[in-house]
């Protein structure tokens, strides 16, 4: 597998649209899956989704963000990495994370106008129907980078749970979702379980205020994971699950994991086909009463709630410990490849 680079021209937006100059993009899971995918359309789109940008042009009738905050050249931004309608059957519906339009330009080939689809790139071109915020001057771009995607969707996850103050959730993997999700269930007054392997990442969930981290090399197999979880929960199971590995095997322990009349949200899982396919016996899910969700996208506003998150939680949490020091343009393989490490909870470049 390799990349190409290519030169465009930077177009000028079109009503309604903007163009930003990339600052720093973060290498999402999404965007190695999508690195080693065999989908021909997929495979020569533009990489890269989550990252932070500053006001390069803006097109006509442009003068404020969604939040209905004043927009001018050289406010930082970040816009939501996806379309949404508001015209599609699931938009009209109101579940506009769902917009059956959602990857109509993230999966173009960059040789069709306006070129810059993804970020990483020189630059990136926002259309009329992707929403887009402000970011708050006092959030550094190391910080806010990974709001477009991990943050705003572990908010939208969770905020579709019943999660609350003394609560116990148990997060497989931290990895940036899973980081994100400590960070916002310490928040609300949950109890916190991380299960991770990767030692850096064992550190990390600590000092995101994990509770506990049941460590996959003290615990390497199911068995003993759910053991140490039943444990550490009286006997119980976790009154929440949340799979953010994108491991198929993770979604059948994290329905063991789970107590009677628990939760199970599955977000890191977006493959399928061979190799992908799980044994699991469906009884087991209804004779523990289990609620049971797939998650993808987020209605594009919690990118605001993102935001205002790391406003208010910033002090708090070690946010700028997500990322490893950026790598510049050029390094982009490398990048990726520190991903692929599971070394850090996201690698980056900066532009």
Same mark, same amino acid.
């Given at each position: 597998?390799?990349?190409?680079?290519?030169?465009?021209? @930077?177009?000028?937006?079109?009503?309604?649209?903007?163009?930003?100059?990339?600052?720093?993009?973060?290498?999402?899971?999404?965007? /190695?899956?999508? +690195?080693?995918?065999?989908s021909p359309a997929l495979r020569e789109a533009v990489l890269g989704h989550e990252f932070v940008g500053e006001v390069h042009a803006l097109g006509a009738g442009v003068t404020r963000d969604n939040a209905g905050q004043p927009i001018a050249i050289g406010d930082r931004v970040v816009p939501v990495y996806f379309v949404t309608c508001r015209r599609c059957a699931a938009c009209l519906r109101g579940d506009f994370g769902m917009c059956a339009n959602s990857l109509r330009?993230?999966?173009?080939?960059?040789?069709?106008?306006?070129?810059?689809?993804?970020?990483?790139?020189?630059?990136?071109?926002?259309?009329?129907?992707?929403?887009?915020?402000?970011?708050?001057?006092?959030?550094?771009?190391?910080?806010?980078?990974?709001?477009?995607?991990?943050?705003?969707?572990?908010?939208?996850?969770?905020?579709?749970?019943?999660? #609350?103050?003394?609560?116990? /959730? !148990? !997060?497989?993997?931290?990895?940036?979702?899973?980081?994100?999700? *400590?960070?916002?269930?310490?928040?609300?007054?949950?109890?916190?379980?991380? /299960?991770?392997? *990767?030692?850096?990442?064992?550190?990390?969930?600590?000092? %995101?205020?994990?509770?506990?981290?049941?460590?996959?090399?003290?615990?390497?197999?199911?068995?003993?994971? *759910?053991?140490?979880?039943?444990?550490?929960?009286?006997?119980?199971?976790?009154? !929440? @699950?949340?799979?953010?590995?994108?491991?198929?095997?993770? +979604?059948?322990?994290?329905?063991?994991?789970?107590?009677?009349?628990?939760?199970?949200?599955?977000?890191?899982?977006?493959? @399928?086909?061979?190799? %992908?396919?799980?044994?699991?016996?469906?009884?087991?899910?209804?004779?523990?009463?289990?609620? *049971?969700?797939?998650?993808?996208?987020?209605?594009?506003?919690?990118?605001?709630?993102?935001?205002? +998150?790391?406003?208010?939680?910033?002090?708090?949490?070690?946010?700028? #410990?997500?990322?490893?020091?950026?790598?510049?343009?050029?390094?982009?393989?490398?990048?990726?490849?520190?991903?692929?490490?599971?070394?850090?909870?996201?690698?980056?470049? /900066?532009?």
């Open positions: 597998m390799q990349f190409e680079v290519k030169d465009y021209e @930077v177009p000028e937006p079109t009503a309604g649209a903007l163009v930003l100059a990339v600052r720093r993009a973060n290498v999402c899971g999404s965007d /190695i899956h999508q +690195f080693h995918y065999d330009e993230w999966s173009k080939n960059p040789d069709t106008a306006p070129h810059f689809s993804g970020a990483f790139a020189t630059h990136y071109y926002v259309n009329e129907d992707q929403y887009f915020y402000k970011v708050p001057d006092e959030l550094d771009d190391r910080i806010v980078a990974g709001a477009n995607c991990g943050l705003a969707q572990m908010l939208f996850a969770l905020d579709h749970t019943r999660l #609350a103050a003394g609560c116990t /959730i !148990v !997060v497989q993997g931290a990895g940036g979702l899973g980081l994100y999700a *400590v960070a916002i269930a310490k928040e609300r007054g949950a109890r916190v379980i991380v /299960i991770e392997g *990767v030692p850096e990442r064992v550190t990390l969930a600590k000092r %995101f205020g994990a509770d506990h981290v049941v460590d996959m090399a003290s615990h390497p197999t199911t068995e003993g994971r *759910v053991a140490r979880v039943v444990e550490l929960t009286g006997g119980l199971g976790a009154d !929440v @699950v949340l799979e953010v590995t994108g491991v198929s095997a993770a +979604f059948v322990e994290s329905i063991a994991l789970a107590r009677v009349g628990g939760e199970v949200v599955s977000v890191g899982n977006l493959n @399928v086909g061979e190799g %992908f396919e799980i044994a699991l016996s469906p009884g087991v899910i209804t004779r523990k009463n289990l609620r *049971v969700q797939g998650i993808l996208r987020y209605d594009p506003w919690y990118l605001y709630r993102a935001l205002e +998150f790391l406003r208010r939680t910033h002090e708090r949490f070690p946010f700028a #410990a997500l990322a490893k020091e950026a790598r510049p343009f050029n390094e982009l393989d490398a990048a990726i490849s520190d991903g692929e490490s599971r070394s850090v909870a996201r690698a980056s470049v /900066i532009l």
